[in-house]
C-alpha cells in the first residue's frame, strides 16, 4: 500500500506552505525594517527573550541597570519587556511578570489614573503616580 496524496490534498498541502512562507518573509522584512528588537521563544517550558544588539545597546544597558522598575508594554497592556529592578521591586519573579497584563499589578484604587496615564502615554508622553500591588505589598510608583 502506498501512501499518496490526492491532488485536492497536495493543494491544500501547498496553500498551507505558501501561507507559512510568506509570513516568514514578513517577519524577515520586520527584522529588516527594524520593526523587532526582540524575540521571545519557549525552551523546555521557560520563557526566554532575545533582544537584537543595536545602535541602542546602550539605552538598553542603561535602562537594565537602573535602580527604578522600567517595563515597556503593548496597547492593549502586555509587559513585553521589564527590566530587573522592576520584578525586584514587586518581590515575584520574572516568569510572574513578563508577558502577563500590566493590570495584574495595578491596585484598585489606582486603576482609573492608570488607564488615564496609559491613554495619555499612548497619544505622547505621561507622567502621575499610583500604587501597585504583588505578593502582598502595595508599591507606590
Do not use: C, W
Amino acid at each position: 500500500m502506498k501512501n499518496e496524496m490526492t491532488i485536492e490534498e497536495l493543494h491544500l498541502q501547498n496553500a498551507e506552505l505558501i501561507n507559512r512562507l510568506e509570513e516568514a518573509e514578513q517577519l524577515i522584512d520586520a527584522i529588516k525594517a527594524g520593526e523587532v528588537d526582540a524575540f521571545a521563544v519557549n525552551r523546555n517550558n521557560q520563557p526566554e527573550i532575545f533582544t537584537l544588539q543595536s545602535g541602542d545597546y546602550g539605552y538598553r544597558m542603561l535602562v537594565e541597570n537602573i535602580t527604578e522598575g522600567a517595563l515597556t508594554i503593548s496597547e492593549d497592556g502586555l509587559i513585553v519587556y521589564t527590566n530587573n529592578y522592576f520584578h525586584e521591586l514587586l518581590g515575584i519573579s520574572y516568569e510572574e511578570v513578563i508577558g502577563k497584563p500590566v493590570f495584574n499589578f495595578i491596585h484598585p484604587d489606582s486603576i482609573e489614573t492608570f488607564n488615564e496615564l496609559f491613554e495619555k502615554g499612548l497619544a505622547g508622553k505621561s507622567k502621575g503616580e499610583i500604587n501597585l500591588t504583588a505578593a502582598g505589598k502595595i508599591i507606590t510608583v
